[in-house]
Each structure stands twice: as structure tokens, then as C-alpha cells.
């Protein structure tokens, strides 16, 4: 049994280092730190760099006894791990009070603190959704939470590829004082990716500020840029035309409803930006924006539009309709438009034959999701379409709302649908198709 036991040991302790960091990649810290315990060599994989150079870390509002500890391990883990680090994500869920707010803002602040002075590796940061507009955020809490935040992106900024700070909800004032950060040491930033979704707060008119344009002029290497239509202004499109031309190739456009998007931008300013930037493609998501007169004055023929998606989250609003949009807007799009996502509460017209034709008229539609009030025969003659080659549509996900909570018939009519299309759907379709009951 000894013998036995000695070979068993001896084939562990002679693992190759590779293995060992393949085992120890699968452990979270508290077996990591209990396997660390078995040899010196067990003890030196746990510090093997490739195994911090990611971390996620959750701060959750609600309190709980597993979750304790949560703050004091992000802190032993800046400590103990930061040097290593390479992506850091942090995710704030469900704040409900002021003393949560307050805790995690002391906690940030060592955090923060730590990866600034030992880390030379961070090139990724995202700390989404703090909203600090709500009333749980201390205007003295907030600020110092600013000021920590501001003070560490200067110390990062000449490293940082990728900031992430959708949903903070700050003033404009805090949002550019924030993203100046950035820019402090050189007055100009070469960061490639920045997603400013929902970064300042509601009904801030963010296009029309001089400080907002300034700040955005010290980027000169943007590669994507994620924001909301509230930012979006000639000046703006210039901007970016004459600094990030050569590097642009996303911009990802948020519309809101409660965002001011009844600024007038000129066809001619996205037309200089797209002749600038050749390899922009253009993702609009509009958020219970779907008046066609307000569309009209968004979605502009010069713009390089690759993706939209138009959700009506079932608006109050019953003088709205679709098929103006489906008919004359969207169709602007049938050489460049790749991906189509449709939510709408249509119960009040037929969308059907508008809906195909514009499928049928974009040729390079690649993607297709639908939840509205549609027949099911819609989906025969999109899958006869598609057989025949008439469009070239590789996913189709589709939500067919109905009035009534039974649901069997039209679960029938699906299924005899997908035998007909069987060989097509299983080789060369992403495809899932249900009916919902939307009474």
C-alpha cells in the first residue's frame, strides 16, 4: 500500500507545469488556495500569472451570509492578485441602500488605490449600471466615488484599450471630467474601445455641449464607440471624421425615449464621416422609439447602417404605426442592412407582406428576429423564400404573439411548417420559431 501511495504521489508531483495551470484555472480561490496548500510546487501554480489576468467581481445589493465576505475578497485579491491583472470586470447588482453605496464606495477606493500603484498590465476595465443618480448615492459618497474613479483612470490611461461605463447616469460635468481622465498625461487618448451607453443621465441634451465635443476631440484612435442619439450632433460626426477616420469601424447607437433625439445632424455630416472611415458599419437600438416622423429624422440615407433593432415594449402609445417604417425607411438599407431585430406590440395592423417584401428586398440580411403579432403562414412563405434562394437569411428566431392563451393550433400548423423544411432548416439555418399568447 506504501508502494502504492509513493507512485501515486511521485506521478502528481512530476504533473508538467501546464497541467497543473490547466487544473488550478478550473478552481475557484477557495479550492485554489486549499490546493496551494499541498506543495511547494502546487504553491508556486497558484501564483502563476496566467491564472489573475481575468476576474470578474460581484458586489451584491442584497445581504446574505454567503456574500459577507465579498467586499474583503476583492480586496485580497487587488492585494494578493492585481499585479497579474489584464481584464477586470465589476458588476454592482441591486444596491438598495445608502449604506451599501457607501461601503462599496470605500472599498473601490482601496481597491482602486491598490491596481493603481502595483498594476502595469490592465488594458480592460468595465464597471457598468452604478447608476448614481439615485437618491441610495450620497452626494459626498458619489463624488469621492468620482474623484477615485477620475484619479485611476489618469494613472491607467496611457495603458487602457477598453472602458466600459454603461448605465453610471452621471451629470455632464462628471461624465467628461471622467473621460478627461483619460486624456491627462498626453491631452489626447489612443484608447480603441469606449461604451458610454447610458453613461449620462436622463434628458441630458449631451449634444449641444461644447465641454462634452472638447473632451471628445482628445480621442484620435477610436476603433468602436458605444453611446446614446443624445450625443450624436454634426459637430460630433466631425470629430471623430478628422481624429478616428482611420480606425473607426463600429459605432453602436443607443435611442431612448427619454433621451432628447430631436436634434437636426445632416446627411452630409455622416456622408463625410462614412467617405473618411470606409470601414464604419453603424448599429442603431431604439427603445420605444417608433413614431415613423421621429425614425425619418434619425435613420438617414448616408448612414452606414449594418444592424437595427426597434423595440415598442408594448408603448401606450396607439397613434404610432409600422408600416410606414417597413415600407419607405428601412428599405433605404437593402445593400448594407445584416441584422434585423423587430419587438413590437403590433395587435393594431398586419405586418405580414411588408415584412417579407423588406426581407426579400435586403440582400445582405443575415439575421432576422421577430416577436409580433404575425400569421403563421408568414413563416411558410419566408422558409419557400429562402429555399428558393430569394433572400440568404442564416437565422431566423421568431415570437408569433397571439390574442388568445391557447396556443395548440398554431403549434400544429409550426411543426407541420418545420417537416416541410426539415432538410433546410437542420443544415443551414440557426431557426427557432414559437407561438406566444399575448391576450
Known amino acids: ?72 475578497s476583492a480586496l485580497w485579491y487587488v492585494k494578493k492578485f492585481g499585479k497579474y491583472l489584464e481584464h477586470l470586470e465589476i458588476k454592482l447588482s441591486n444596491p438598495y441602500n445608502t449604506a451599501f453605496t457607501q461601503k462599496f464606495q470605500m472599498t473601490m477606493r482601496g481597491l482602486l488605490s491598490h491596481l493603481g500603484k502595483r498594476n502595469s498590465r490592465l488594458v480592460s476595465l468595465s464597471i457598468k449600471y452604478l447608476e448614481l443618480d439615485r437618491l441610495i448615492w450620497k452626494n459626498v459618497v458619489r463624488a469621492q466615488f468620482i474623484k477615485n474613479l477620475a484619479t485611476f483612470l489618469k494613472r491607467m490611461s496611457k495603458q487602457l484599450d477598453y472602458l466600459n461605463l454603461k448605465g453610471a447616469r452621471v451629470t455632464l460635468e462628471d461624465g467628461c471630467e471622467l473621460l478627461n481622465s483619460l486624456t491627462c498625461l498626453t491631452n489626447r487618448s489612443f484608447i480603441s474601445e469606449i461604451n458610454i451607453e447610458d453613461f449620462f443621465g436622463l434628458y441630458l441634451p449631451v449634444y449641444s455641449s461644447t465641454l462634452f465635443h472638447q473632451t471628445m476631440s482628445k480621442f484620435h484612435s477610436l476603433v468602436i464607440l458605444t453611446f446614446n442619439y ?70 438617414l440615407a448616408e448612414i452606414p447602417v449594418r444592424s437595427i433593432s426597434l423595440r415598442s415594449c408594448y408603448s401606450s402609445d396607439r397613434d404610432w404605426i409600422m408600416r410606414p417604417t417597413l415600407t419607405n425607411l428601412l428599405p433605404v438599407y437593402w445593400h448594407i442592412l445584416q441584422k434585423l431585430t423587430l419587438e413590437l406590440d403590433n395587435r393594431h395592423e398586419l405586418l405580414d407582406d411588408e415584412l417579407l417584401q423588406l426581407i426579400l428586398s435586403c440582400k445582405r ?22 429555399a428558393e434562394r430569394k433572400c440568404v437569411l442564416t437565422t431566423i428566431k421568431v415570437r408569433i404573439y397571439t390574442s388568445q392563451q ?17 432538410n433546410l432548416i437542420d443544415s443551414e439555418l440557426n431557426y427557432f420559431v414559437i407561438a406566444y399568447p399575448m391576450a
Not at 504533473?15 to 510546487?41: G, M, Y
Not at 393550433?409 to 407541420?416: F, G, K, M, N, S
Open 365 to 386: 440580411l443575415l439575421f432576422l428576429k421577430v416577436w409580433a403579432f404575425l400569421s403563421v403562414t408568414f413563416m411558410e412563405s419566408l422558409l419557400q423564400n429562402r
Open 230 to 299: 443624445n450625443c450624436i450632433s454634426d459637430e460630433l460626426l466631425d470629430i471623430l471624421r478628422e481624429h478616428s477616420a482611420h480606425s473607426l469601424c463600429t459605432l453602436n447607437i443607443k435611442c431612448h425615449i427619454h433621451d432628447p433625439h430631436g436634434q437636426v445632424v445632416w446627411g452630409m455630416s455622416w456622408a463625410n464621416l462614412a467617405k473618411r472611415a470606409p470601414k464604419l458599419n453603424v448599429n442603431f437600438f431604439f427603445e420605444r422609439v417608433v413614431r415613423h416622423d421621429h425614425l425619418a429624422r434619425i435613420l
Open 1 to 72: 500500500m506504501e508502494d502504492d501511495s509513493e507512485t501515486e504521489q511521485s506521478s502528481w508531483a512530476y504533473l508538467p507545469d501546464v497541467c497543473l495551470r490547466h487544473v488550478f484555472h478550473w478552481l475557484d480561490d477557495r479550492d485554489r488556495s486549499q490546493a496551494a496548500l499541498v506543495c511547494k510546487k502546487w504553491s508556486w501554480a497558484m501564483y502563476s500569472g496566467s491564472l489573475w489576468r481575468s476576474r470578474t467581481i460581484i458586489f451584491y445589493g442584497r445581504p446574505s451570509r454567503a456574500r459577507t465576505m465579498e467586499f474583503q
Open 406 to 422: 391557447e396556443t395548440s393550433e398554431e403549434d400544429r400548423l409550426l411543426c407541420d411548417i418545420y417537416r416541410k423544411f426539415k
